[in-house]
């Protein structure tokens, strides 16, 4: 049973940091697309960005582009997001997800159907 576990999430202020992790327990990790998305209260899930399975290759939506970084360590299976430059329009749950039947990285990773597997989600909160 695939599980991931996110983490990192808390209470920052605007302009302020974070780093979030995705602790996965699929296998083998190295060959999966990996996504994060978001959702903010009475809004629909949002694409934020996502990352090859080499870690080589990232997509991100535009708002985040710039401030927002997706990284992956193969070794230790977990998924990074560094986000900087935050601001209160970032609030909201973000939640890791991998797709066993997405191979390549771009428009079509911004998807949620796409991902097969998701995490319980980590609050983010930005205060003004």
């Known amino acids: ?10 209470l920052v202020q605007a302009g302020g940091s974070l780093r979030l992790s995705c602790a996965a327990s699929v296998r083998p990790f190295s060959r999966y697309v990996m996504g994060w998305f978001r959702q903010a209260p ?17 997509y991100y ?10 990284s992956k360590d193969n070794a230790k ?4 997001l560094q986000m900087n430059s935050l601001n209160p329009e970032d609030t909201a749950v973000y939640y ?15 998807t949620a ?7 319980q989600g980590t609050q983010v909160t930005v205060s003004s």
């Open 1 to 10: 049973q695939v599980q991931l576990v996110e983490s990192g999430g808390g």
């Open 42 to 58: 009475g809004k629909e899930r949002e694409f934020v960005g996502a990352i090859s399975w080499s870690g080589g290759s990232m």
């Open 61 to 70: 939506t535009d708002s985040v582009k710039g401030r927002f970084t997706i």
């Open 77 to 80: 299976n977990t998924l990074y």
């Open 96 to 110: 890791c997800a991998v797709s066993s039947v997405l191979h390549t990285i771009g428009a079509i990773t911004a």
């Open 113 to 119: 159907e796409k991902y097969d597997y998701w995490g």
